[in-house]
């Protein structure tokens, strides 16, 4: 972003980027809010100051995965779903994280994953699946096979968990990768090998899962959001 000030605090249309996140799951009706803090979460709390979230705290970037075992610490349930949002994306719309949930709850599926159809994948996780259609596995695009990179249904990094599956799962997270983090992508995968019920849900516009990661994508995200705000 060429900045000092974290990424989700840049403002987009008004409103600092998590703020976005924050009113979309307020708005489709999410119950309790855990937003995962690490950089500047000092600024990150005070630009949330007035919301009904907790916080829990990153201290080292050890990955998504890691990010989701510390919010999971703050659940005391052992029933419910999951949803995870990412703190950038800021087009999705409540419509359509509703019927996302909805879409979880209805299948009994273990893990939903929120994908879309993009005009162009690169730098997106796959979305592979086997014969049968079913999805087995997001592929990140840097472990693709060049058949595999043709792949236009891509990994959104949004997801719907039924919370005993996903306690069940997070644990058994790796950090052997190059980049020695724990990735909530390989939960999918090790769902996949325990036999769990996968499922996924295509957003209907593709511009709803995108992020925020330069400030030419923060120019253009105004445009989005109201192009967005106008469809169907």
């Known amino acids: 972003m060429k900045s000092d000030l974290a990424k989700v605090l840049h403002p987009l249309a008004g409103r600092p980027l998590i703020r976005h996140v924050l009113d979309c799951a307020l708005q489709a009706g999410l119950q309790r809010n855990i937003v995962v803090v ?79 159809i993009v005009p162009d994948p690169g730098g997106y996780g796959r979305i592979v699946r086997d014969a049968s259609g079913r999805i087995v596995a997001i592929r990140e695009e840097k472990d693709c096979s060049q058949e595999e990179e043709r792949i236009s249904e891509v990994n959104s990094g949004m997801y719907c968990f039924r919370l005993p599956a996903l306690l069940s799962c997070v644990g058994l997270l790796s950090d052997d990768n190059v980049q020695r983090e724990l990735y909530l992508t390989d939960v999918v995968r090790i769902m996949h090998s325990k036999g769990m019920q996968l499922g996924t849900f295509t957003a209907p516009d593709w511009r709803e899962i995108l992020g925020i990661n330069t400030v030419e994508q923060l120019k253009e995200g105004e445009r989005i959001l109201k192009e967005l705000s106008e469809a169907p």
């Open 38 to 116: 690490g950089f500047q979460k000092e600024q990150v709390n005070e630009a949330l100051r007035g919301y009904a979230v907790e916080f829990a705290e990153q201290n080292q970037q050890n990955g998504t995965g890691h990010a989701v075992q510390l919010a999971l610490e703050h659940v005391n349930e052992t029933e419910g779903v999951v949803v995870v949002l990412s703190g950038d994306s800021p087009f999705l719309r409540p419509s359509t994280l509703r019927a996302f949930i909805r879409q979880h709850v209805s299948s009994n599926c273990d893990c939903t994953v929120l994908t879309a």
